[in-house]
């Protein structure tokens, strides 16, 4: 036989039996006649790295991919990345700038090809990364969002919905990102608290010696207003409605008008309006019929040529504007307060409310099936608290801007003649064949059109994911999409279920008529121990390859999992993981231990490891229910915790210590292979969650082929004739008397090798039965007696109803001791029966709850009262 190590290596287990997978193609996954489990990998940035919120969302894919693959289903786990086109082409030009090059001193296909070369060299870096937690994807199939088939999918998605009238063209107030230079959505901004100050500015009142006072955070828009407001039935300010007020710096006029928007609380009551540079004022703006200055580059500097403060960047020009209206006497006051401020999640700029001429998608139409499959469940979140969540998302959904001022990603396939006409079409010939059907139009050629130069929306690529993967757009009806499509399980973040899971249910409804899955599972954001969510800059996010070097893949999967409920916050600590490797020593040194015994074919089963092997079985397939339901509910932490307490308590505690020969003796044949097998339907059950160790120790176990390999194994069954013995309620009433009588060595300072005699007072022997001689073993007991009454000069303690006696010689202070422990356990029992008496003693109570938790309650108070008579009376016996 090979000598198994006594340490477990991860490391060398790992590449070991990732690279037996791969080369084997387990991972492969073609279209059959079984039934498809499908997952796809929601596509992290191109620019990424692995971090802990990756670490868990496909630790968790990979648990459920791979218990499929285990139950039978053909499981294909598609992976992939996103081409983030604002985060890409922030590092693109970071790149160049290292260089010396600036991106405006490029054309747009050479900055595309340092782009492609910045891609293909650390694109992938985070797939690798992956394969170094287990993930069983299907490397075949990875796909990039911009790959050909995947961008084609995207420019005839939006001529398909430009003709269908849902895109449209127009100026509308977008969030702009002036570090990026671009638009982004709402869902693309982050609102933090932040403290600021609240500036109240002095207008001068035109043709008058008086003046109005406005307050604002942000100063510098004032070279944009266009008018002031304030509430109709604000009595301070009715004289002043129709007159005119002089914007300072500008020398404009600007007329004082009323709306009932105004918040008469706020600040002063008057309200300064800048049309071009919030959302609300632009409102006011069309309602009012005002003008709209707009005082700011892409780049976020002041556009504002008659002014001292022109090209000057947003917060230089702020300062300088407070220090001049300061020295105007025109300040009023400064008040500090807290407000929030968006931030772009790309580049973490302020984002400034910014009118601009942009793409659209009309989303009101196509949101309200997307609504419905939530609400009727035909599309599950996991956990259903986010319905609402989502229900109040989707109906209040806005168009959505899906233009971005970018190079890298799908450009637009707008075409702009030189008379003015705009006309959408994939390629520059469709586009000029569309210009020139108009017969009343005089023929243009190609050097007279142009394309639009901007790209689309990263997610306008990813929303289509489900699908292009599986090339459904270009070959609607390929086998892979026939078979794969639908997907059924989706593991995100909840902090992209509306623009990233909506609107891929959005267009699986649009493009495929059928949504893209049948559940979403949405993970919680993972967090430090205090609850801080985990950042570079407060230091406090381990590097996950870091973890996998120090505990190994298994052992950080299975502490992600012990802390990750469905939807809740993770607080992770570094303790967890390491709970996870040292279950891992605990599964190999059960193997181990197992391995190591001397086999003896001449020796018949002892009746002892026949319970035990009955009796575990009945707990294996306790496990094996407890778990499926768990599973069937996403509830993998609480599987985790069932298959950790089943294998640490139950095999290794219990069962192990139950057949294990005496030192130095043999086993039976018999009990051997029934402990072979139970670790086989361990293996087998932990292997979704623990892969490296799991296939280990499965190949260690037999001789196996390679269509015999623990991944493709098949996954333990539930059957119900296991658990018909009813051996557990036995077993739980020995494990408690061994406990006790270790307890009363450890208490007394006795050796454990010192043996002891037990006595139980009962009225039922047959609890006992089976595991009499489980006692006598695991107990160290000579000989187990049942009486009707207390022996003298023992010590005492209660399993359930049952009294138990071990008989010692006891002095005086043995006997005090004695009195003292019953005394307190009478004082908690009548303390317990108290706050039992209590709760059945209100009428609300009983009348309200369920009958079968009312005669739960009357059963404690009974079992309770019963062990309360038996202590009475073994302490009356000590006094006697």
Same mark, same amino acid.
């Given at each position: 036989?090979?000598?198994?190590?006594?340490?477990?290596s991860p490391?060398?287990?790992?590449?070991?039996?990732?690279? $037996?997978?791969?080369?084997?193609?387990?991972?492969?996954?073609?279209?059959?006649?079984?039934e498809?489990?499908?997952?796809?990998?929601?596509?992290?940035?191109?620019?990424?790295?692995?971090?802990?919120?990756?670490?868990?969302?496909?630790?968790?894919?990979?648990?459920?991919?791979?218990?499929?693959?285990?139950?039978?289903k053909?499981?294909?786990?598609?992976?992939?990345?996103?081409?983030?086109?604002?985060?890409t082409?922030?590092?693109v030009?970071?790149?160049?700038?290292?260089?010396?090059?600036?991106?405006?001193?490029i054309?747009?296909?050479?900055?595309?090809?340092?782009?492609?070369?910045?891609?293909?060299?650390?694109?992938?870096?985070?797939?690798?990364?992956?394969?170094?937690?287990?993930?069983?994807c299907?490397?075949?199939?990875?796909?990039?969002?911009?790959?050909?088939?995947?961008?084609?999918?995207?420019?005839d998605?939006?001529?398909?919905?430009?003709?269908k009238?849902?895109?449209?063209?127009?100026?509308?107030?977008?969030?702009?990102?002036?570090?990026?230079? *671009?638009?982004?959505?709402?869902?693309?901004?982050?609102?933090?608290?932040?403290?600021?100050?609240?500036?109240?500015?002095?207008?001068?009142?035109?043709?008058?010696?008086?003046?109005?006072?406005?307050?604002?955070?942000?100063?510098?828009?004032?070279?944009?207003?266009?008018?002031?407001c304030?509430?109709?039935e604000?009595?301070?300010?009715?004289?002043?409605?129709?007159?005119?007020?002089?914007?300072?710096?500008?020398?404009?006029?600007?007329?004082?008008?009323? @709306?009932?928007?105004?918040?008469?609380?706020?600040?002063?009551?008057?309200?300064?309006?800048?049309?071009? $540079?919030?959302?609300?004022d632009?409102?006011?703006g069309q309602? $009012?019929?005002l003008?709209?200055?707009?005082?700011?580059?892409?780049n976020?500097?002041?556009n504002?040529?008659?002014?001292?403060?022109?090209?000057?960047?947003?917060?230089?020009?702020?300062?300088?504007?407070?220090?001049?209206?300061?020295a105007?006497?025109?300040?009023?006051?400064?008040?500090?307060?807290?407000?929030?401020?968006?931030?772009?999640?790309r580049t973490?700029?302020?984002?400034?409310?910014?009118?601009?001429m942009?793409?659209?998608?009309?989303?009101?139409?196509?949101?309200?099936?997307?609504?419905?499959?939530?609400?009727?469940?035909?599309v599950?979140?996991?956990?259903?608290?986010?319905?609402?969540?989502?229900?109040?998302?989707?109906?209040n959904?806005?168009?959505? #801007?899906?233009?971005?001022?970018?190079?890298?990603?799908?450009?637009?396939?707008?075409?702009?003649?030189?008379?003015?006409?705009?006309?959408?079409?994939? *390629?520059?010939?469709?586009?000029?064949?569309?210009?020139?059907?108009?017969?009343?139009?005089?023929?243009?050629?190609?050097?007279?059109?142009?394309?639009?130069?901007?790209?689309?929306?990263?997610?306008?690529?990813?929303?289509?994911?489900?699908?292009?993967?599986?090339?459904?757009?270009e070959?609607p009806?390929?086998a892979?999409?026939?078979?794969?499509?639908p997907?059924?399980?989706?593991?995100?973040?909840?902090?992209?279920?509306?623009?990233w899971?909506?609107?891929?249910?959005?267009?699986?409804?649009?493009?495929?008529?059928?949504?893209?899955?049948?559940?979403?599972?949405? *993970?919680?954001?993972?967090?430090?121990? +205090?609850?801080?969510?985990?950042?570079?800059?407060?230091?406090?996010?381990?590097?996950?390859?870091?973890?996998?070097?120090?505990?190994?893949?298994?052992?950080?999967?299975?502490?992600?999992?012990?802390?990750?409920?469905?939807?809740? @916050?993770?607080?992770?600590?570094?303790?967890?993981?390491?709970?996870?490797r040292?279950?891992?020593?605990?599964?190999?040194?059960?193997?181990?231990?197992?391995k190591?015994?001397?086999?003896?074919?001449?020796?018949?089963?002892?009746?002892?490891?026949?319970?035990?092997?009955n009796?575990?079985?009945?707990?294996?397939?306790?496990?094996?229910?407890?778990?499926?339901?768990?599973?069937?509910?996403?509830?993998?932490?609480?599987?985790?915790?069932t298959?950790?307490?089943?294998?640490?308590?139950? #095999? #290794?505690s219990?069962?192990l210590?139950?057949?294990?020969?005496v030192?130095?003796?043999?086993?039976? /044949?018999?009990?051997?292979?029934e402990?072979?097998?139970?670790?086989?339907?361990?293996?087998?059950?932990?292997?979704?969650?623990?892969?490296?160790?799991?296939?280990?120790?499965?190949?260690a +176990?037999g001789?196996? *082929?390679?269509?015999e390999?623990?991944?493709?194994?098949?996954?333990?069954?539930?059957?119900?004739?296991?658990?018909?013995?009813?051996?557990s309620?036995?077993?739980?009433?020995?494990f408690?008397?061994?406990?006790?009588?270790?307890?009363?060595?450890?208490?007394?300072?006795?050796?454990?090798?010192?043996?002891?005699?037990?006595?139980?007072k009962?009225?039922?022997?047959e609890?006992y039965? @089976?595991?009499?001689?489980?006692?006598?073993?695991?107990?160290?007991?000579?000989?187990?007696?049942?009486?009707?009454?207390?022996?003298p000069?023992?010590?005492?303690?209660?399993?359930?109803?049952?009294?138990?006696?071990?008989?010692?010689?006891?002095?005086?202070?043995?006997?005090?001791a004695?009195?003292q422990r019953?005394?307190?356990?009478?004082?908690y029992?009548?303390g317990f029966?108290?706050?039992?008496?209590?709760?059945?003693?209100?009428?609300r109570?009983?009348?309200?709850?369920?009958?079968?938790i009312?005669?739960?309650? /009357?059963?404690?108070?009974? @079992?309770?009262?019963?062990?309360?008579?038996?202590?009475?009376?073994?302490?009356?016996?000590?006094?006697?």
């Amino acid at each position: 036989m090979t000598e198994i190590s006594s340490k477990f290596s991860p490391q060398e287990v790992e590449q070991k039996w990732y690279q $037996h997978w791969m080369q084997n193609g387990f991972f492969d996954s073609n279209p059959d006649g079984r039934e498809p489990y499908t997952i796809v990998i929601p596509p992290p940035n191109v620019t990424g790295v692995l971090h802990m919120g990756h670490m868990l969302n496909n630790t968790i894919q990979d648990v459920l991919i791979r218990r499929a693959r285990m139950q039978g289903k053909n499981a294909c786990w598609v992976p992939g990345t996103d081409h983030a086109s604002i985060a890409t082409e922030a590092k693109v030009v970071a790149m160049l700038k290292e260089k010396g090059i600036e991106k405006s001193s490029i054309s747009r296909e050479e900055f595309l090809a340092h782009a492609w070369e910045w891609k293909e060299k650390y694109g992938g870096i985070i797939l690798e990364q992956l394969k170094k937690l287990g993930a069983s994807c299907d490397w075949r199939r990875t796909k990039f969002t911009m790959d050909p088939k995947l961008s084609d999918a995207v420019i005839d998605t939006f001529i398909q919905l430009y003709n269908k009238g849902l895109i449209y063209r127009g100026v509308r107030m977008v969030n702009w990102d002036p570090k990026g230079m *671009t638009a982004v959505s709402d869902e693309e901004v982050i609102h933090r608290e932040v403290q600021s100050k609240l500036y109240f500015i002095a207008y001068e009142i035109e043709g008058e010696n008086s003046k109005v006072v406005i307050a604002t955070t942000r100063p510098e828009t004032l070279l944009g207003d266009t008018a002031v407001c304030v509430h109709p039935e604000d009595v301070r300010y009715k004289s002043l409605v129709g007159k005119r007020c002089i914007i300072p710096f500008t020398g404009r006029t600007v007329p004082i008008i009323q @709306d009932e928007y105004v918040d008469k609380e706020f600040g002063t009551g008057c309200l300064k309006v800048t049309p071009a $540079h919030d959302v609300n004022d632009y409102l006011l703006g069309q309602k $009012h019929n005002l003008e709209t200055i707009d005082i700011l580059f892409d780049n976020g500097h002041i556009n504002s040529p008659a002014t001292p403060y022109h090209d000057l960047d947003g917060i230089v020009a702020r300062k300088r504007i407070v220090k001049d209206l300061e020295a105007l006497g025109q300040l009023v006051k400064v008040e500090d307060i807290k407000n929030k401020v968006g931030y772009s999640e790309r580049t973490d700029a302020v984002i400034e409310p910014k009118l601009s001429m942009q793409w659209f998608c009309d989303m009101e139409k196509m949101s309200k099936p997307a609504l419905d499959v939530v609400l009727e469940n035909k599309v599950k979140l996991v956990p259903e608290k986010f319905k609402n969540t989502y229900k109040h998302w989707m109906e209040n959904v806005h168009d959505w #801007c899906v233009s971005r001022q970018l190079w890298w990603g799908q450009r637009i396939p707008a075409w702009y003649s030189t008379d003015g006409r705009i006309v959408v079409a994939k *390629t520059d010939v469709e586009a000029l064949a569309l210009f020139n059907q108009n017969e009343s139009q005089s023929a243009i050629t190609l050097a007279d059109i142009r394309q639009d130069e901007d790209v689309l929306d990263t997610w306008f690529s990813s929303w289509l994911w489900p699908i292009s993967v599986f090339d459904g757009f270009e070959n609607p009806d390929n086998a892979d999409i026939k078979y794969y499509y639908p997907t059924q399980d989706l593991v995100t973040a909840p902090e992209i279920l509306f623009f990233w899971v909506a609107r891929m249910i959005i267009a699986g409804i649009e493009f495929k008529h059928e949504i893209p899955f049948s559940t979403v599972y949405l *993970t919680g954001i993972v967090r430090d121990k +205090l609850g801080r969510k985990m950042s570079k800059s407060l230091g406090n996010s381990p590097d996950p390859l870091d973890l996998i070097q120090q505990f190994g893949a298994d052992g950080v999967r299975m502490g992600m999992l012990l802390c990750s409920p469905a939807g809740n @916050d993770i607080l992770f600590d570094e303790s967890q993981v390491e709970q996870g490797r040292n279950f891992a020593n605990k599964l190999w040194n059960a193997f181990r231990l197992v391995k190591g015994w001397q086999v003896d074919d001449q020796l018949e089963q002892p009746s002892l490891n026949l319970t035990a092997s009955n009796w575990i079985q009945e707990k294996l397939h306790i496990t094996i229910a407890t778990t499926e339901k768990y599973y069937s509910e996403y509830r993998l932490s609480d599987a985790m915790m069932t298959l950790y307490k089943f294998i640490w308590d139950d #095999c #290794c505690s219990w069962y192990l210590e139950m057949i294990k020969p005496v030192y130095g003796s043999p086993i039976d /044949r018999k009990s051997y292979q029934e402990a072979i097998g139970m670790l086989e339907n361990i293996v087998k059950l932990l292997h979704p969650i623990m892969p490296f160790i799991t296939e280990e120790i499965w190949q260690a +176990l037999g001789t196996r *082929t390679l269509a015999e390999s623990l991944i493709v194994a098949e996954y333990p069954k539930y059957d119900e004739k296991k658990v018909a013995t009813a051996l557990s309620s036995k077993a739980e009433m020995a494990f408690g008397i061994i406990a006790e009588v270790r307890n009363l060595r450890s208490k007394r300072g006795m050796s454990p090798k010192e043996a002891l005699n037990l006595m139980i007072k009962t009225g039922s022997k047959e609890n006992y039965g @089976d595991f009499l001689e489980v006692m006598k073993k695991l107990g160290n007991l000579t000989a187990i007696e049942f009486v009707e009454t207390a022996p003298p000069s023992s010590v005492s303690f209660l399993i359930e109803k049952d009294e138990c006696f071990v008989p010692l010689e006891m002095n005086d202070q043995d006997a005090a001791a004695e009195k003292q422990r019953i005394k307190e356990e009478m004082e908690y029992l009548e303390g317990f029966m108290k706050s039992v008496q209590t709760k059945l003693g209100n009428e609300r109570f009983v009348a309200n709850a369920k009958p079968e938790i009312v005669e739960n309650e /009357r059963k404690k108070m009974a @079992d309770a009262e019963s062990k309360l008579n038996t202590l009475r009376d073994s302490l009356t016996k000590l006094n006697g």
